[in-house]
């Protein structure tokens, strides 16, 4: 991934995003105040309508329209009415005209309100207005509100259907000062079934525009404000989680050096969750050096094991060269041979122990019973001449690998009969303990010596001083049969029995019963 990509795909940017995706909220408001303005435009036209209606069924059935009658009807409206209300005859002609009548005069042009002539609304606005221009819809245009100037008839299209004895409605566009629209509606008068006037109301939305105005800054505010927040907050976050990751990835990355590892982990004195991933990277870095000085340690274990067999085979080749007489030659090939055996031996449990440590899965794992296992191992034993007694428990079921723990038991088995005095019984005792299977293999022989005690598992360690010869031993065998052990989730341990001998111990978790 490239550094660019790194970037945006950062933690930082991220946690920006977020927040500043939260901070929108406000701006769908803005966009639901156009669906709220529409409502209060319906609801004012209906409130028109409805004193039109009034005014007109008022008007109607008392003959020809009187100016003097029609002023006394539209003084004793105009307490009552934020409307302007115009009563016109048959030919257009004003009769009456709520703005002429009293002190309180309808506005033709409103004050441009500071609200909407502020730089902060301009400039958000200026979005919005080129959104309507270039991508939104067509809007349907306006007429001007100087068709009904003074002098001239009222003859508008809502007019004509009014007198025509329908309903008639216009949208026009006031002139001068702060543009607004004005709402006209128009109501016929009829006598005796004839239309011999209109009632026409008109109202600017400029009060309803204010309102808008002034809720539109108060979000915009609110929005900026927000956002504001939310950079501030992103930026905090980003510095208390991306900075100690970012050092984290630094520490790792200087973590190994030509295959050996440098330095370690530093544990923040933080306990949230960034603490706990450097405390876990630090514990993982302990284990890994381990396991590193394991593998050093094992592979210096192998070289120095195969020293020994490699000189006895390269000084019994540079003999037989040399020798001439049979039974010499003979006695030097026999020596190749058996060391050349040993090596064997010794490759094959170093592949075992390496695909120990490799973690490799056994394919064979199922519910077995040891009993039957150590049945099959100890008769493999007396075969070979060993005597075997099997004593406890009659069924040990457990879930594991039974190659695995046949390779146990034998090794067992085989280490007790390899210290046992000539014609000594090997004891295999089987008990059920505490939710475990617990298989005991003791001998009669020597014992393990005190000083020796916590080594016996160790790789490539052997100690036999009465045996006759060691060649045969690697030193491998309880170090397998205790990672064999391991490996099915078991353990397996030490210690000399009382009245002379050696007791390992076998401990693997019993399957849970139906």
């Not at 009222?154 to 025509?164: C, I, M, N, Q, T």
């Not at 457990?398 to 000594?424: H, K, W, Y």
Request: hydrophobic share 45%; charged share 25%; aromatic share 4%.
């Amino acid at each position: 991934m490239s550094r660019g990509a790194a970037r945006l795909a950062g933690i930082r940017l991220r946690l920006l995003a977020f927040n500043a995706l939260l901070v929108f909220l406000p701006v769908a408001g803005v966009l639901f105040l156009d669906t709220y303005e529409q409502q209060l435009l319906a609801d004012q036209e209906r409130s028109m309508v409805e004193q039109g209606r009034v005014l007109a069924a008022a008007l109607s059935g008392r003959g020809a329209l009187e100016e003097a009658d029609l002023e006394r009807t539209l003084l004793e409206l105009r307490q009552r009415t934020g409307a302007r209300i115009r009563v016109v005859d048959g030919s257009g002609r004003a009769l009456a005209d709520t703005s002429l009548l009293g002190p309180r005069r309808e506005p033709e042009a409103e004050a441009p309100d500071p609200q909407r002539q502020g730089w902060l609304y301009r400039v958000a606005a200026l979005p919005f207005r080129l959104y309507r221009e270039w991508l939104g819809p067509p809007q349907a245009s306006h007429g001007s509100a100087d068709v009904y100037t003074s002098g001239r008839p009222v003859l508008g299209s809502e007019v004509r259907a009014a007198l025509a004895g329908r309903y008639g409605a216009a949208t026009r566009i006031s002139s001068g000062g702060q543009r607004s629209v004005t709402l006209y509606s128009a109501l016929p008068v009829v006598d005796a079934g004839r239309v011999v006037g209109a009632v026409l109301v008109s109202q600017s939305t400029y009060r309803i525009l204010q309102a808008l105005y002034r809720v539109r800054v108060d979000v915009l505010r609110v929005f900026l404000a927000s956002l504001a927040a939310a950079v501030v907050l992103s930026l905090l976050v980003s510095h208390t989680i991306a900075r100690p990751l970012v050092a984290l990835r630094n520490q790792a990355e200087a973590l190994l050096e030509r295959g050996r590892l440098r330095g370690r982990f530093e544990i923040p004195g933080r306990r949230d969750e960034i603490g706990d991933l450097a405390r876990s990277l630090e514990v993982l870095r302990g284990r890994l050096e381990e396991h590193i000085r394991g593998i050093e340690s094992f592979a210096s274990d192998v070289s120095h094991e195969f020293k020994n067999p490699l000189a006895s085979i390269r000084t019994a080749t540079e003999l037989l060269a040399e020798v001439e007489a049979p039974d010499e030659r003979k006695h030097f090939a026999a020596l190749v041979s058996r060391e050349v055996a040993r090596m064997e031996r010794l490759l094959s449990t170093v592949r075992e122990m390496s695909r120990l440590d490799a973690g490799l899965p056994a394919d064979d794992r199922g519910a077995v019973d040891l009993r039957e296992l150590c049945e099959g191992v100890a008769e493999a034993q007396r075969l070979r001449g060993v005597v075997v007694e099997l004593s406890g428990a009659p069924s040990l079921p457990v879930v594991t690998s039974p190659e695995r723990i046949v390779r146990v038991l034998e090794n067992l088995m085989d280490n007790a009969a390899g210290f046992s005095p000539a014609g000594a019984t090997v004891e295999v005792e089987l008990a059920r303990e505490d939710g475990c299977a617990r298989i005991r293999v003791l001998d009669r022989g020597p014992g393990i010596p005190e000083a020796h005690a916590s080594r016996i598992f160790e790789r490539f360690f052997s100690y036999r001083p009465a045996g006759p010869d060691d060649s045969v031993h690697s030193g491998l065998g309880l170090a397998i049969a205790r990672a064999l052990a391991e490996s099915e989730s078991g353990t397996l341990a030490g210690w000399n029995r009382d009245g002379g001998g050696a007791c390992l111990q076998l401990s693997l978790p019993l399957a849970r019963e139906a």
